[in-house]
């Protein structure tokens, strides 16, 4: 069988386990394996430790995993905007692993490129270092992060050809390439889906060779926004103000 696979189920099929790592690609709601987690919540699977800059929100992206209790740790930077996150974590009843965001960033790239610790003086002195390793370099302090590889990966693109060469558009090129080169097994859900040749070799943000299993988003699929704010048009504004005065 080749990569492109006809739904998230079938490409998540025989991947799911319960107590597997998984990495979970996007930014708040941007950029994120939306139908690949919907197929995750369908499996059933449980104690599943993420990785993920955050849960998304109450309703949406890790927030669905969160509320059937499927996660049983989160390795994030932030939780903000998760009602139900905030809520398991003060009650004892999810594990977090928190990290500043920079170090997460770095521990999933060097989980992907074969590093499996490095140092670095974010975090020295605070929380964030207690228990690790600490070492003076050229009279400075640091700390010791491990790199992180996930049994899977699941990651959102923007345009992917059939031997998994991917392209990211705009932010949501955030975790999305690093955490496509730090798992055992990664399944990229692409919105446009070309053949192989079309996608310049310099614009490839991750090459096929990381990428195991792919699906097509659907026509209509629907990206979320985590929060809207619209400026008023200065035009409309003036006007707005003129007809008060």
């Known amino acids: 069988m080749g990569k492109v696979y006809p739904d998230a189920k079938a490409a998540l099929a025989g991947v799911l386990r319960d107590g597997m790592v998984i990495h979970s690609g996007g ?3 941007c950029g994120i394996p939306a139908l690949l987690i919907e197929a995750i919540r369908e499996s059933g699977v449980k104690d ?8 998304g929100i109450d309703d949406a992206g890790l927030g669905l995993l969160l509320k059937t209790r499927q996660i049983r740790k989160m390795i994030s930077s932030y939780v903000g905007e998760n009602a139900e996150f905030a809520r398991q974590y003060l009650a004892g009843e999810l594990e977090i692993e928190f990290n500043p965001q920079g170090t997460l960033a770095e521990r999933i790239r060097a989980g992907g490129a074969g590093i499996p610790a490095f140092f670095t003086k974010t975090g020295v002195g605070t929380e964030v270092a207690k228990g690790k ?3 003076e370099f050229d009279g400075e302090t640091y700390v010791m992060e491990r790199g992180i590889v996930a049994d899977l990966a699941i990651v959102h693109a923007y345009m992917g050809d059939a031997e998994g060469n991917l392209v990211y558009r705009k932010t949501a090129r955030n975790f999305n390439p690093m955490m496509a080169t730090a798992a055992k097994v990664t399944v990229a859900q692409v919105e446009h889906l070309v053949r192989p040749g079309e996608i ?3 614009q490839i943000h991750t ?7 792919m699906i097509v988003c659907p026509q209509g699929y629907e990206k979320r926004i985590e929060q809207r704010t619209v400026r008023k048009h200065p035009a409309a504004a003036a006007a707005g103000a003129e007809s008060q005065a």
Do not use: M, Q, W, Y
Request: charged share 25%.
């Open 48 to 55: 599943l430790t993420v990785v993920s800059n955050n849960a």
């Open 207 to 213: 090459p096929g060779i990381f990428v195991k299993r």
């Open 27 to 29: 930014f708040g709601l």
């Open 200 to 202: 310049d070799a310099d």
């Open 133 to 135: 390793e600490i070492r």
